[in-house]
């Protein structure tokens, strides 16, 4: 059974079309992830799934149930808000335990389970502190923990690790995971970081302009990319995509490779070293290019250079829609984006 459901869900904002004609499922269990550039209506589709938003047209169901004209209350769901929305007069603890004692939780249970969620969001030791008392981080792990110890079987979250530095993300995001399945809580995740989004989630749901754009598993995305927009937004560095007649090829930088003779002509830009690989920047035929190599690389600015890559790992788009062309039997199709 699909755990949240969107059917032709609409929100206009004037002449703005905040979300237009979205249709998802994620399913029991599973975590989606809504990806996209600021502005293309994740964040939005989040609030209409949680009640704080009542689209214009569409229907929403949690559970197999409608719950389109429900309250946020009814749909006994939890949130993480981009914001910390923590009350500055109680105590870590308390924060955290707030809506176990509005529900009238027994106090043993509150106890354990303030011990676990704040073991796992590593907030044991500042319990007894305000909220004022705290690093922005440590606010937002407030409002993560507030979220989990709830375990409503349904947890939206608007870019909960956006104040949180490199390490700490990539901790959170392996505990958020962990407990998510461990519990199996159907999560829906908004976020703007693609590595959180290929390294979380079971389904990706990118948008664009209020619309999906693709909706698939990471890999399906980083792999098979529907449209140019998806080739350029998935990945880092990302695919490069190269004009040729009515169509642009697209390769990833790791597909690209630096040899001695043949290839076609290039021009370094500029060298990223990032430890165990590099990023080579260069020009070819006057359109950006970027190569990934491994280790440290010996090549400079201005360096002229020759790029080859095997055919096989082209992907084709057709210039003007910027739709994937597929090649079957000697012949071509469109493939739309879901």
Not at 73 to 99: C, D, T, W
Not at 215 to 243: C, D, K, Q, S, V
Request: aromatic share 4%.
């Amino acid at each position: 059974m699909s755990a949240i459901s969107l059917d032709h869900v609409s929100k206009h904002w004037g002449s703005m079309r905040a979300v237009d004609d979205v249709s998802l499922t994620a399913e029991e269990g599973a975590l989606l992830v809504l990806l996209g550039p600021s502005g293309c209506g994740k964040s939005t589709t989040l609030r209409l799934i949680a009640g704080l938003e009542q689209p214009d047209s569409g229907a929403i169901s949690i559970g197999g149930k409608d719950v389109t004209n429900l309250t946020s209350a009814q749909r006994k769901i939890s949130m993480v808000f981009q914001s910390y929305a923590l009350f500055p007069h109680l105590s870590v603890a308390e924060n955290i335990v707030f809506g176990l004692r509005v529900r009238r939780v027994p106090r043993a249970e509150r106890d354990e389970r303030l011990k676990r969620v704040a073991d796992i969001v590593g907030l044991s030791h500042l319990l007894e502190r305000k909220p004022s008392q705290l690093s922005g981080g440590q606010r937002q792990r407030v409002a993560l923990g507030r979220a989990i110890i709830s375990e409503a079987r349904v947890c939206l979250m608007d870019e909960p690790l956006s104040n949180l530095d490199a390490k700490l993300r990539h901790e959170m995001r392996t505990e958020i995971r962990s407990l998510q399945q461990r519990l199996g809580m159907t999560m829906v995740y908004v976020t703007h970081d693609q590595t959180e989004a290929m390294t979380m989630a079971d389904r990706v749901v990118l948008m664009r302009d209020g619309r999906i754009e693709q909706n698939g598993t990471p890999e399906e995305l980083y792999n098979r990319p529907a449209t140019a927009f998806t080739a350029r937004f998935i990945g880092t560095p990302p695919m490069n995509l190269i004009a040729s007649g009515e169509q642009l090829i697209g390769i990833r930088p790791e597909h690209v490779r630096v040899v001695s003779h043949d290839g076609h002509p290039a021009r370094v830009k500029a060298v990223e070293h990032l430890g165990a690989d590099s990023i080579i920047l260069c020009e070819l035929d006057g359109q950006p290019v970027s190569v990934r190599q491994e280790g440290f690389s010996k090549s400079q600015p201005g360096d002229g250079i020759r790029l080859a890559w095997d055919a096989g790992f082209e992907h084709r788009f057709e210039k003007t829609s910027e739709r994937r062309i597929e090649f079957a039997a000697g012949e071509t199709r469109k493939v739309e984006a879901v």
